[in-house]
């Protein structure tokens, strides 16, 4: 039987998994960061991730739902403040959806979540159960793949900016915004797993949580993939680009 | 406003979907049935859908629980025994297992799940969770895929019988069940469906359950495709297929 790790092997056992299951290693976002995809797969990217975005406040108020103590549930709070905002316009969803503005989609399409892939809508379905069914450990762990945040998007946006004629500064906002919530967000979560996993059994859930969610964003982007990329046959009711519109 | 449909026309409605929704459709099922798959691809498929049947009595038991009619319950319980058997080794999961076997498969590798895609993990709890959770009519609508499953599992057994040497038709011994008890169970959730959606509202939920189940089977062979045919890249921690053996 392994030993109890201590927080600083268990933080490394972590960031080992993040290394070889984090969505950075994922081939989609190699097209995506270096300017290999056309306008309508950066699109239909950004018309299913926005499934995702529109989730995060749900699973972070699931998360919330189970927190006994006020000056935790003060810390958590914080999170859906940033995806939600505090009045209309404002706050990361509504960032993404400057983003899918300036890629010219569909407000309307895009919020009603018609043309979403099936496996992104199962993908984020399944992060918002784990989080109501799992323990508070679990919950909080799974949401450490924000450790792994600030490298992709650092990439992201250079490498967006860089290749893409129709992507602006303006448009990636929700990522620089993210480049500061995601590390304290990241820092406090891995504390609270380092402190509160003190067993070899709640190790390994804690493990196993973060797993799995490397498994909700990497299976995004395998249907992402199949559908816009290779061999690009997309679900019959899913996204469909149109032909580039002459720039606004 | 339309008006309510009538039962004959709600067929049809639901048999257009099936013709454009229904797995039969995924280009990965045409490399399956054209023998255009290697041995460990075709390891790979049936390993992930083992997680699929494996679920099948989780579902049917799901919906036997919202049954209050007796008659019903007789009728739907049948499911159950079709797929766990009598006793060990018989029903369409020893059945499935016989295919893994046959296929040169460990047995606790796919009974574990722990090779599994996060695609395939995802779209099977996505399935148990709409049964659950929605109306005994749309869950058992959810059972509909079955109406197109005779002609895909005909043209399954006889490509696979034809184009892989590594095939028996004892392996396939699970299809040639299903030809009797699909249709048979199919017959009987089309008539519930045709009889109990009878305002527009509910024939809307009922297309819609059997599009969303529709999106179950297809964004499996998404990502069994992306994973193992093309570009070929598997979640770090699916499934591997060893160089196929010496036949024995």
């Not at 499934?51 to 003060?74: G, S, T, V």
């Not at 995601?182 to 406090?188: G, T, Y």
């Amino acid at each position: 039987m392994t030993a109890v790790l201590s927080p600083e092997q268990l933080e490394a056992e972590l960031r080992a998994i993040g290394a070889r299951l984090y969505h950075d290693q994922h081939p989609f976002h190699a097209l995506l960061h270096s300017g290999r995809l056309e306008r309508g797969q950066v699109q239909a990217w950004a018309l299913n991730r926005y499934e995702y975005q529109r989730c995060i406040p749900l699973k972070d108020a699931a998360i919330l739902a189970r927190m006994d103590d006020p000056a935790l549930r003060r810390i958590w709070r914080q999170r859906i403040v940033d995806h939600d905002g505090s009045a209309d316009g404002e706050g990361g969803i509504a960032r993404w959806l400057h983003l899918t503005d300036a890629l010219g989609l569909d407000r309307d399409l895009v919020q009603s979540g018609r043309a979403l892939l099936p496996g992104t809508r199962f993908a984020v379905q399944a992060y918002l159960q784990f989080v109501r069914e799992k323990s508070l450990l679990e919950a909080i762990a799974s949401s450490l793949t924000e450790l792994f945040a600030p490298g992709i998007i650092g990439r992201r946006v250079a490498g967006m900016l860089q290749h893409y004629d129709f992507v602006s500064r303006e448009a990636l906002a929700y990522f620089e915004h993210r480049l500061h919530e995601a590390p304290r967000d990241s820092d406090f979560a891995l504390d609270y797993v380092k402190r509160h996993a003190d067993t070899l059994e709640k190790q390994q859930l804690v493990q196993d949580a973060l797993r799995f969610k490397c498994g909700v964003l990497w299976s995004q982007l395998d249907a992402l993939h199949f559908a816009y990329v290779q061999p690009g046959v997309a679900w019959p009711e899913a996204f469909v680009a149109r032909p580039a519109q002459a720039a606004a």
